[in-house]
Nanobody
């Protein structure tokens, strides 16, 4: 099992930046993949970015060039650096991982981008 706690959300103007953090309750060194998802009102939850233990990264088209996912195994934390934010990035952002065929989610952190 693992508990995930997100932080770093908030209100920012378009063009601004935020860094989200996801702290895990256990070592993430052996966890293969961790990711960030988001869910806007009335929309389905979607993958924003993911990172594997070897460092390979995957981004949604909407995030490419603006967002960067990283992981610090020593701190058991995954980050999402978001730059050049747009109003359409407004959503609740969730951290996710899968262990032994079970998905684990954090409680989410709200990101609101004003125009």
């Amino acid at each position: 099992q693992v508990q995930l706690v997100e932080s770093g959300g908030g209100l920012v103007q378009a063009g601004g930046s935020l860094r989200l953090s996801c702290a895990a309750s256990r070592s993430i060194f052996s966890i293969n993949a961790m990711g960030w998802y988001r869910q806007a009102p009335g929309k389905q939850r979607e993958l924003v970015a993911s990172i594997r233990s070897g460092g390979s990264r995957n981004y949604a088209d909407s995030a490419k060039g603006r967002f960067t996912i990283s992981r610090d195994n020593a701190k058991n934390t995954v980050y999402l650096q978001m730059n050049s934010l747009k109003p359409e990035d407004t959503a609740v952002y969730y951290c996710n991982t899968r262990l032994y065929n079970t998905d684990y989610w954090g409680q989410g952190t709200q990101v609101t981008v004003s125009s």
